[in-house]
Every structure is written in C-alpha cells, then in structure tokens.
T-cell receptor
Framework: GAGVSQTPSNKVTEKGKYVELRCDPISGHTALYWYRQSLGQGPEFLIYFQGTGAADDSGLPNDRFFAVRPEGSVSTLKIQRTERGDSAVYLC??????????????FGPGTRLTVL | DAKTTQPNSMESNEEEPVHLPCNHSTISGTDYIHWYRQLPSQGPEYVIHGLTSNVNNRMASLAIAEDRKSSTLILHRATLRDAAVYYCILASDNAGNMLTFGGGTRLMVKP
C-alpha cells in the first residue's frame, strides 16, 4: 500500500519568505508527527496531531512555525519569515494510534528545505 | 525523558553478525525499547521493539538485559543494504508517543 508521502521533496527559498510543506499520511492513521533533522543529527520532534488537533506542539522552535491538519488526514507545516537556520530535512510520520508506546511510526522521505 | 547512549560508529564485514549496543541506565518501568534505522537519503524505518523479553523478527533480534539498563540489536548476517544509522529510542506512554532520537550508530558494512 501507499506509504507516507511528502511534497515537495526539495524546496529552496530565500531568507524571509514563507513556505508550506505538505504531508500525506497512511490512510486511516490517526496520529501524525512532524520532525526536523539537521545535517549529521538525529530527527528532532516538532509537533504531534491526534486527529485534527495538535496534541503536543512543544517541539516547535518559535512562533514562526505552525502546523495544521484540518480534516484529520493531510497536514501542512508552515514556516513564516524563514531563516538560514531553518534549513534542514523536515520529516513526517504517521501511526495507527498513539495510545500505546509500542506503536510503530511510519516515516515519509522528507522535504529538504534550503534557505538561502 | 530517559536517555540512550550508543557508539557513534561501527564497522562490519558483509555476511557476518553485527551486535549494536545501547545503554539506557535511567529507563523506567513503562519505557519500551525501540530501534529504528535510517538509510541514506530516506526517512527512518522501524526495526524492532521490546519491553522485557528478547524479541525476534524478520529484520533483526533484540536482546534486552535482565535489569533493562542495556540492550543489543543483532543483525544476524549483515548485507551492504544494512549500512545505515541505527537509533535506539525509549518511548513511554506519557510522552505522546513521540520519538526522541539521539545521535545513533552509523553502521558501515564492508564487502
């Protein structure tokens, strides 16, 4: 079946611009996660949705970052006034339910964001 | 969150077993031990998880110490396709099931 997809695969933007990154989770998965991975480091948690609501946004670095999931499936990560330090790979993951610790997360291939 | 410690890198020969260690001395009773791996230019993928007992699946085996303060991921016969960064992660029920990745172990497989 189809896995998690993310678009675009690459995004190059200029400092100060606004960007949107899209995630299509596996159909039926209620939990959706965004992570950010800088070069040479492990992924870092940003935000987690259960259904349409953001259940935990403690990883968002500042108020320039915002994410939505209006219908409980597709999610969009929005970054305002981009800075060079925002350059990273943004990963999305989904899982069937967040209720139990042992629920596997399925990751997409990521969007590589470069801010010039 | 409880933390894990892994070697930065390891090397293996193709078709030989690989033992990837992970220390997690502050693990709590409800923490599951998860292993994910990340191949070059891809998102992480689940490998295996366990709570107390050793676990086997088609990809690997997970050996968990009796006191649960360490674990070992075992690849029985390494292939070139197993070259990746392997992450050992503790996930507890009260963390929203988010995964806290450390630096992982970069496994290099020599032909």
């Amino acid at each position: 079946g189809a896995g998690v997809s993310q678009t675009p695969s690459n995004k190059v933007t200029e400092k100060g611009k606004y960007v949107e990154l899209r995630c299509d989770p596996i159909s039926g998965h209620t939990a959706l996660y965004w992570y950010r991975q800088s070069l040479g480091q492990g992924p870092e948690f940003l935000i987690y949705f259960q259904g349409t609501g953001a259940a935990d946004d403690s990883g968002l670095p500042n108020d320039r970052f915002f994410a939505v999931r209006p219908e409980g499936s597709v999610s969009t990560l929005k970054i305002q006034r981009t800075e060079r330090g925002d350059s990273a790979v943004y990963l999305c993951a989904s899982s069937p339910s967040p209720r139990y610790s042992y629920n596997e997360q399925f990751f997409g291939p990521g969007t590589r964001l470069t801010v010039l | 969150d409880a933390k894990t410690t892994q070697p930065n890198s390891m090397e293996s020969n193709e078709e030989e077993p690989v033992h990837l260690p992970c220390n997690h001395s502050t693990i709590s009773g409800t923490d599951y031990i998860h292993w994910y791996r990340q191949l070059p230019s891809q998102g992480p993928e689940y490998v295996i998880h366990g709570l107390t007992s050793n676990v086997n699946n088609r990809m690997a085996s997970l050996a968990i110490a009796e006191d649960r303060k360490s674990s070992t991921l075992i690849l029985h016969r390494a292939t070139l396709r197993d070259a990746a960064v392997y992450y050992c992660i503790l996930a507890s029920d009260n963390a929203g099931n988010m995964l806290t990745f450390g630096g992982g172990t970069r496994l290099m497989v020599k032909p």
